[in-house]
């Protein structure tokens, strides 16, 4: 199954709808919550879906099809879209109407490799910089072009300790062919979590973990401020067909 990318972008004004067909990069855990990303088949643009009955993110029910099933990244699905609600550190942030959401298809054919790969990063700077945070004073000044991205990883490797009796994951990658810049960055996403859970705390390479090799492309996102500092975290891990 095809479907058609358009040129025309649609202009939303404070009291319209219209819908969109997206492809997700993330659904991620939000507090207690989720944040669904992705990127405009239609625009071309990111987005960051939210809902209306929590401040900032989506529900579990919002954030799934009518059958129940959460949205997936690699999924490719059409959601009736509202009035935009961007922030000086999050510009892509749009309202969902509540209507329910549509699975299309799964992006996941090998001629759909060169539409993403056009949204990979190829700089080693990652939302900013090459730390894992950025100051919240960093957008007072002037506001975030974009809060979203996909890196091509390499040297990839999953750390999982105990703290305070709270379990904590990290991916750890390198990127860059000058400098070969490391990030150190939290996992956020769920389907990647529960794999992590069930090993013991460790360091594990990436192929331990996806058990075959895959092209892996990580979605990274800019948290909401939380002590001063926007934490940049690893919200989705995609893994395409080698």
Known sequence: MKFIIFDSHPEVGANST????????????????????????????WVRLIGRQVQGCLTVREASYPDGKETAPLDVFEAELGEKCGSRSHPEDVYVTGKPWHLVRRFYAPSDSPFLAVYVNKEPVVLQGYCDRVPTSTFEK?????????????D????????????????????????????????????????????????????????????????????????????????????LPA
């Open 18 to 45: 219209w819908t969109d067909r997206i492809l997700c990069v993330a659904n991620s855990y939000k507090h207690d919550h989720r944040c669904v990303a992705g990127i405009s088949l239609i625009t071309k643009q």
């Open 142 to 154: 002037t506001p975030a072009k974009c809060s979203l991205g996909v890196v091509h990883p390499e």
């Open 156 to 239: 990839l490797w999953w750390w999982i300790r105990e703290e305070k009796g709270k379990r904590r994951n990290r991916a750890i990658f390198r990127l860059g062919n000058v400098g070969r810049v490391r990030y150190d960055l939290a996992v956020t996403d769920p389907i990647w979590l529960a794999q992590l859970n069930l090993l013991p705390a460790g360091i594990y390479p990436h192929l331990f973990i996806s058990g075959k090799p895959f092209n892996t492309l990580l979605t990274v996102s800019l948290s909401e401020p939380f002590d001063g500092f926007h934490y940049k975290l690893v919200a989705a891990v995609l893994c």
